[in-house]
C-alpha cells in the first residue's frame, strides 16, 4: 500500500488538535436527537470473502481499515493488524482504552475490478484540514469519520481528488481490520478522527473470525451499543436525510446538512493540496 511520508509532526501537537475535534463535537446538539433511523438501521449488500453477496445491517459491519493503517496508542503509533486484546489505543476525550477484540475480513478479488463496495477510498495526506490525516488513511466505504459532531462515512465525501477509490487492481487480496472496545468511539488512525467497530446484534459475524468473538465473549454475542454520535448519509437520499434532520433540530436553529458542509469545506481544499 502506497502512502506518503509522515510530516515531523509532535504527539502533543496531534493531541491538541484531537482535543479541539472534542470540542466541536460537543458544540454540535443539533442532531443529537436523531432517530434510529438516521444511525444505519437500515439493510445493505456487503460483498464475502469469496465476492458473492451477503445481507447485514447497514453501517453495522464491514467498516473496517485497510491493513498497514497507523492508530495512535499511548507510547505512538501501532499498525492496525499488530495491535493485540488488551493493548491500549487513545480515544476522544484525550483518554485510553484496552482493545477488546481485533476484527479481520480477507477479500480475494475473483472479477478484472474490485466492486465498490469493497473498494478500499483514500483519504490524502491533509484532505480534512492543516493537519488531518497525516499520512494517506484507506478505509471500506462504510467506514465512518467523526466530523463536525456526526459520524460520516467516507463513502459521501468522494471527490475523485482528495478522498477517491484507491487504485488496488493489481493486488488479489485486501485484508481489512476494525477495533472493538468496550463501547462505540472515535479513535486516531493517521491522525484522522474514525469510529470503532459499533457492534449490532450478530454484525460481528461479518468478520472472518467471528468465532474468536464468540469463545471470548459467549454472553455478548447479541450484544447493541449505542452509536458514539449520530451517524448520517444518503441511503434515502437527501430528501430523505433533510427529513430526519428537521425532527431533530429546534425551530429557531437553521438545518443543515453535515455531509454537504463537509464535502464542501474538503473540496474547497483540494486546490491548495495540489499546489
Excluded at 485497510?66 to 495491535?83: F, H, K, N, Q, V
Excluded at 475490478?113 to 494517506?136: F, G, Q
Excluded at 488513511?137 to 459520524?151: C, E, F, M, Q
Aim: with cysteine.
Amino acid at each position: 500500500m502506497s502512502s506518503t511520508t509522515r510530516p515531523n509532526t509532535p504527539r502533543n501537537r496531534a493531541r491538541r488538535h484531537f482535543l479541539g475535534i472534542v470540542a466541536a463535537a460537543t458544540a454540535a446538539v443539533t442532531l443529537a436527537s436523531l432517530p434510529a433511523r438516521a444511525k444505519g438501521s437500515n439493510w445493505w449488500d456487503k460483498h464475502g470473502s469469496d465476492g458473492g453477496p451477503v445481507r447485514g445491517p447497514k453501517g453495522d459491519g464491514g467498516n473496517c481499515f485497510l491493513r498497514g493503517t497507523s492508530i495512535m496508542t499511548p507510547t505512538g503509533e501501532a499498525r492496525i493488524e499488530d495491535l493485540k486484546i488488551g493493548d491500549l489505543v487513545e480515544t476522544m476525550h484525550g483518554r485510553t482504552a484496552p482493545v477488546k477484540w481485533i476484527g479481520h475480513q480477507r477479500f480475494k478479488k475473483n472479477a478484472p475490478a474490485w466492486h465498490e463496495s469493497v473498494m478500499p477510498i483514500r483519504v490524502c495526506r491533509y484532505a480534512l484540514d492543516e493537519w488531518t490525516p497525516h499520512r494517506d488513511l484507506y478505509l471500506s466505504p462504510n467506514h465512518a469519520l467523526l466530523i463536525d459532531g456526526v459520524l460520516v462515512r467516507v463513502k459521501e465525501l468522494v471527490n475523485g481528488v482528495s478522498i477517491a477509490p484507491a487504485d488496488f487492481a493489481g493486488c488479489a487480496q485486501l485484508d481489512y481490520y476494525q477495533v472493538l472496545l468496550d463501547t462505540h468511539n472515535v479513535i486516531l488512525a493517521e491522525g484522522a478522527p474514525t469510529e470503532t467497530l459499533l457492534l449490532r446484534g450478530s454484525n460481528h459475524e461479518c468478520f472472518t473470525n467471528f468465532a474468536e468473538y464468540n469463545r471470548l465473549y459467549p454472553s455478548e454475542q447479541t450484544l447493541t451499543m449505542a452509536p458514539f454520535a449520530p451517524i448520517v448519509g444518503y441511503e434515502g437520499g437527501r430528501a430523505n436525510l433533510k427529513a430526519l434532520l428537521r425532527l431533530g433540530v429546534s425551530p429557531f436553529v437553521q438545518m443543515r446538512d453535515p455531509i454537504q458542509e463537509a464535502y464542501e469545506r474538503i473540496v474547497a481544499r483540494t486546490e491548495g493540496l495540489a499546489n
